[in-house]
């Protein structure tokens, strides 16, 4: 079984946020809800020596999931597939794992009855599809593929050693990884939602 | 993977509606159109969309489509309207068209189309066509031409071609982008005078030559998106309105220190000696006080251009109206005095392998009427053919009663109340037409004005229209039938030709062969265009596409087949041969006094990667990403000012007023706002509301003062000085509605 994960090439993201509304098309999410990616857009420095950052962040698919282990009602799950989930029916909405969840993307749904986060797009990638958001990144800045498969791009990029998870200090071992993004930003301590 | 839906291949028509776009996939289940994704096999969009192709599905299924033909019953203005058949108001149109026709002339009868139809699309066509047959050439997209076709006007003069020379990013090692929104805006500020139709390639473009090594420059008062995540190699934060002397500043470089293409200027330009005697003041040092940009940055940019062997520029809408001749004069300057034209990596020329389209008849035309155009001796509109009336005049020849201003108007698609500047005057004018018809998707500020409202329906509802890239043909196809009693503006504006008895020039309403005689040019037909939804069709590449150096062929129609690094023909109209810096007239420079009251610079910017122009924000996918107009401050100024991010402002010019959310931004220079424009639509499912064009309103437009203009080409000024103080919300205005 593919032990699949999602490298985020920054140098490639303009922030165009096709992938933010594009997970909201393909799943007919509602509006007005924060949705399972979303994208922050960060300015360090004082003008004129200024730089911004611009990425979408998603379920981190932690091999270590403090959501899963909250949760007290085996809604938080990991499937069969290695996947974090939640398993709609057995959720309660208790948000136990909204606030547990270190990147903020464990979200409620809009009358937070529920729990509701990024699965990598299951539905796709059983079919052998890409999820619907690496499909779609007008600019390839989304790479998917095995980790455990040493040949795949995305591979072969952590082995070159340019990419890591979003933030260093937590070490729920994430399988989303950054490349090109400097320390200081990918270790802020709060990713809030910005327009 | 389908879900079990059945797929429809078509194109989006987010950025040039109707025209050639990004391929897509639409998914119906149940005759509902449910989600989309892109085409694959769509060479421009390999599969991908942007956020605005995305939500496809919530623009067709939106609460503020026009649903029904409605005649107005209230005010001009005050939105109230009442059913009626699409029989009473077609014929109510053609029976008051022909019946102006008559009383005051063919010239009083006048068309005004806005981003609803691609430039040279079909329906650019079609409403040429409809217009001339009825011996008018009045011709407008109401609202001023300040983007792409005044600065054109002048890179046309001085270095030729059929349009822009446009940025070859494929092969550049170095990329200026020059006040663009680095392919996040608008075709404005995203696509038009690149290589691609679409927004979204033009950035994707840039990022993968960027991450092969080309650098990129970001001129603009704001650190655009596209020079994010360390892309960008510099940043210069020019001052807004004053780029044309930062480009001046560049050219006297160039010649001073001899990094001109010797060969290039000796062979293919004429006027370089006088050129660098005008050009001698024009030093690093004299820009520096202008543009706030270091003197030491201006060589660097000026040396690092000039000696990059493949090193291409955009601009796109120009960051300077009012003296537009001194920036649009200087960037063609630029591109020949260094030879960065029609070379690999440099500004190109492309061509489409063929031109679609089928005679406009605009020989039915008399010289007489085309004499009686508003604005007809304006330069620009003199010098083209008299195609289409100058907008500021149009609007003065109503205001003023002139004998031949125009009397019936219909809109197809455009929202100048929004688009134009000074709406208030829009509003005086559009309240003095005889009859006003507007046809658009859904309701506007605009259509307050009409006497008849006919509701158009979204392309993924109609048959299609053909559209050509580069050597790419393809067409959008019906996704599902029109809701409610939308209809095809195609369709409408067949029927409407007959029923005025001018069947004979409209193919006797017949949509197939009005699509047959577009598509003739390319000998293709709509049945073969049609059998190939998924992959569309792919015609011959000539050599003359893919040459470059084309120079005899490019310059042929220039004197003497030459560049002309001076314009002498601008002379006799008061204008300088060579371009020539003023700057903007409320500047701080040229406006102390207003200065003084008014102490920060406004311009505004087109759109972003989440809407486009007036409209789209009616959609709550992309609108929630968004909730309210923003302006964007830098957080020292904000400081100075009182005001926390997030804060309701008031904008205050010696002009009018508008309302926005503080954006805290260091990436935005601390001397100017930038408010975003073609705000104003509500989202009821976020529980917003409308927002009225006027004073007060979220419309930047009621900022610039409109007599603030390029004198050849009539492009409005879009900068002012401003102040800036908290308020509270904008008023919500009623929607419009419909009565018994
Ligand atoms: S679609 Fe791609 S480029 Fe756009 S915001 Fe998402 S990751 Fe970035
Ligand atoms: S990122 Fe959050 S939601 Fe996703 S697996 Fe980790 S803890 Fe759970
Ligand atoms: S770039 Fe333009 S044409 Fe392509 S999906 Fe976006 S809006 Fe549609």
Redesign the pocket.
Known sequence: MARNGILVDTGKCDGCRSCVVGCKNWHDLPAGTPGRIRLMDITTGHYPEVSRWLFPIMCMQCAFPPCVAVCRFQACHVGEDGIVRVAREKCVGCNLCVLTCPYDARVPTEDGTIADGCDFCADRTAAGDLPYCVETCPSGALIFGDLDDPKSEISRILARGEAGPLKKSFKTRPRVFYAHLPLPISDRPDPRREW | MNHGERIIPTM?H??SYGGY??GMLAHVKDGRFVRVEGNPHHPL?RGK??A??QSAVQWVYNENRLKFPMKRTGEKGAGAFKRISWDEALDTIAKTLLETREQTGPESLMLSKGQSSSWAGLHHFLWMRFMHALGSTTFSNWGPSVCYSPQLMYHKAMIGGPTYARPDYDNADLILEWFTGGGLGGPARGGVETLDT???SVSVKIMERVEKGARLIIINPQLIPLGANGRAYRWLPVRPGTDAALALAMIHVIIREGLFDRDFVAKWCEGFDELKTHIAPCRPAWAEEITGIPAGDIEDLARLYATTKRACLRVSEAPQKADLAAFAMAIPILMAITGHLDREGANIWAFPAGRLGFPTLSERVTPAARERLPGADVYSVRTGGRHAAFFPAVIESLISDAPHRPRALLIFGSNPMNTARNPALIAEALKRLAFTVVVDVAFTPTSRYADILLPAATRYECRGQPGIWRNHLAMSHRVIPPLWETRDELDVTLDLACRMGLGGDFWEGNWTAMCNAFLSPVGVTLSALQDNALKGITLPSTDYITRRERYEILFKDLPNGKIQLAVRAFEPEGAAAFPTYHGEPEDPANAPELSAHYPLILTDEHSDSINHHAWMRDIPWLRELKRQPVVKLNPATARAHGIEAGDWVQIISPHGRMKAVARLFEGIRPDTLMAQHGWWQGCAPLGLSEVSPLNDGVNPNCLYNWENRDPLTGDITKNTLVRIEKAGPPQGVRPIREEG
């Open positions: 989006c987010g950025c776009n990004c969009n969309l942007c605005k192709g679409n927004l979204r």
